[in-house]
């Protein structure tokens, strides 16, 4: 599968804040809902938001009111603004890309994912 690419992880103090970025290389994102997922160690991967192609958005309680979800489809880019980073946030962040237009919160429906990027939040 097309691999999608993440940037913009790294390490910070509890309420910090970070921005992470996902960019896919030699492909546009086209019509699809663009999600962000998360994964810690002894974890299952957990949904964290998505965007869908009118910018229709969906949060996980736990991220609402401190994480955005934006997407730039002129750019094939989407991005999630972090603000008062938790310890509880420290995991690896993926970017994925759904096969529908609409709003997805499940990984079955994400058909291309990048790498990951780690974020660690110290207390």
């Known amino acids: 599968q097309v691999q999608l690419i993440e940037s913009g992880g790294g390490l910070v103090q509890t309420g910090g804040s970070l921005t992470l970025s996902c960019v896919a290389p030699?492909?546009?994102?086209?019509?699809?809902?663009m999600g962000w997922f998360r994964q810690a160690p002894g974890r299952e991967r957990e949904f964290v938001a998505s965007?869908?192609?009118?910018?229709?958005?969906s949060y996980a309680d736990f991220v609402k009111g401190r994480f955005t979800i934006s997407r730039d489809n002129a750019k094939n880019t989407v991005s999630l603004q972090m603000n008062g980073l938790k310890p509880e946030d420290t995991a690896i962040y993926y970017c994925?890309?759904?096969?529908?237009?609409?709003?997805?919160?499940?990984?079955?429906?994400?058909?291309?994912w990048g790498q990951g990027t780690q974020v660690s939040v110290s207390s």
């Open positions: 994925a890309q759904s096969r529908s237009a609409l709003l997805q919160t499940t990984a079955e429906n994400y058909q291309f």
């Open positions: 030699g492909r546009t994102f086209d019509m699809r809902a």
């Open positions: 965007i869908s192609w009118t910018e229709t958005t």
